[in-house]
T-cell receptor, first 108, second 113 residues
């Protein structure tokens, strides 16, 4: 399976702190995507990093990709209560393979 | 634009009953997908379509059928529902290829008694 796996499974931090989530995958990839899912909602695409990129920023999000280690990390800086959600990495092939997610709780 | 919509939002079935979940997108996307999400399992792909009139099996296709008669619609059918099909079902679509970002619907919560 090409499925990504996120680590940790759950993360609880204080508002204003940074949150880091990691993703590992098994095979070579074209790109890696991160999604957010608020409770009871569908997934929302956050950021896509291509296999030839090492780092990408979008607002308070920073994503890194290490293809030699088959891993990626998502950093959310200056977290807010509204960032409370589950975060998934996904690796596309013929279709998109999702990990099981990191549940982030930001405490006000 | 409404994006991706799903109907119904909630449904309770008895074992053996049938139903169809409807997904619609107004972004003129070629690719459409049906996933199920279970606690601790992440999202698993049931079936997908790469264009009008085409369908293909995903990771967990057994017990489900799909149809893509119109580009904007993707239907997921359960012919004889089983309790193991209790789940939250998400539809998604993407543009030019499966490597593009996917846009998700709000989900359908299905309970099979």
């Amino acid at each position: 399976s090409q499925q990504g796996e996120e680590d940790p499974q759950a993360l609880s931090i204080q508002e204003g702190e940074n949150a880091t989530m990691n993703c590992s995958y098994k095979t070579s990839i074209n790109n890696l995507q991160w999604y957010r899912q608020n409770s009871g909602r569908g997934l929302v695409h956050l950021i896509l990093i291509r296999s030839n990129e090492r780092e990408k920023h979008s607002g308070r999000l920073r994503v890194t990709l290490d293809t030699s280690k088959k891993s990626s990390s998502l950093l959310i800086t200056a977290s807010r209560a509204a960032d409370t959600a589950s975060y998934f990495c996904a690796t596309p092939a013929n279709n998109l393979f999702f990990g099981t997610g990191t549940r982030l709780t930001v405490i006000p | 634009n409404a994006g991706v919509t799903q109907t119904p939002k909630f449904r309770v079935l008895k074992t053996g009953q049938s139903m169809t979940l409807l997904c619609a997108q107004d972004m003129n996307h070629e690719y459409m997908y049906w996933y199920r999400q279970d606690p601790g399992m992440g999202l698993r792909l049931i079936h997908y379509s790469v264009g009008e009139g085409t369908t293909a099996k995903g990771e967990v296709p057994d017990g489900y059928n799909v149809s893509r008669l119109k580009k904007q619609n993707f239907l997921l059918g359960l012919e004889s529902a089983a309790p193991s099909q209790t789940s939250v079902y998400f539809c998604a679509s993407s543009g030019l290829s499966s490597y593009n970002e996917q846009f998700f619907g709000p989900g359908t919560r299905l309970t099979v008694l």
